[in-house]
């Protein structure tokens, strides 16, 4: 945390009991006015938060805001909030891969056929249905608009025919 005395930016009281606000920049005191005062001060304090206040080892504290000792008498530590990659990369930490793993990418192929031959097995009416909701991106409403058919119609239709995929997929 910074010391007081190590900001570059300080309020100072004037004889009159007015202030001066002064922002050091470059080893030289500009005075500002106090709105930029005042918003340099709390972006300054945010800085600090972020580079200190949510990395430091932080203790469990009770309802009344007394510090939790565990068995041995040590306080409680909290896990630190904000954790940087360079730390994880330190400690030799093991994160998942964004990519699938070989077993899954043969699953998910696998699945895939499966599913493209549950889908031959369906009625043309069927397929053109599932077809145009999922492979088109066309909404219930418009293919119900396209074949005359009423809304209600067309999603019991789609219901049907997944729950009939379902069956297919799970034989």
Aim: net charge negative; charged share 35%; aromatic share 10%.
């Amino acid at each position: 945390m910074k010391n007081y005395k190590d900001r570059n930016y300080r309020k100072v009281k004037n004889a009159d009991d007015s202030y001066t606000y002064i922002i050091t920049v470059d080893g030289e005191d500009v005075e500002v006015s106090a709105e930029i005062y005042k918003y340099y001060a709390a972006s300054d304090r945010q800085m600090e938060y972020m580079e200190y206040d949510l990395k430091r080892d932080r203790v469990q504290k009770d309802a009344s805001g007394k510090t939790v000792f565990d068995e041995n008498g040590l306080p409680v530590i909290l896990p630190e909030r904000e954790i940087s990659l360079d730390k994880l990369i330190d400690e030799d930490w093991d994160y998942p891969s964004s990519e699938p793993s070989p077993e899954d990418a043969v699953i998910g192929q696998f699945e895939i056929k499966a599913l493209y031959k549950s889908l031959d097995l369906l009625d043309d009416d069927e397929r053109e249905l599932i077809d145009a909701l999922f492979f088109e991106g066309m909404t219930i409403r418009e293919y119900a608009g396209l074949t005359g058919q009423s809304k209600s119609n067309v999603g019991r239709q789609k219901a049907k025919i997944l729950g009939k995929l379902k069956i297919f997929l799970t034989n």
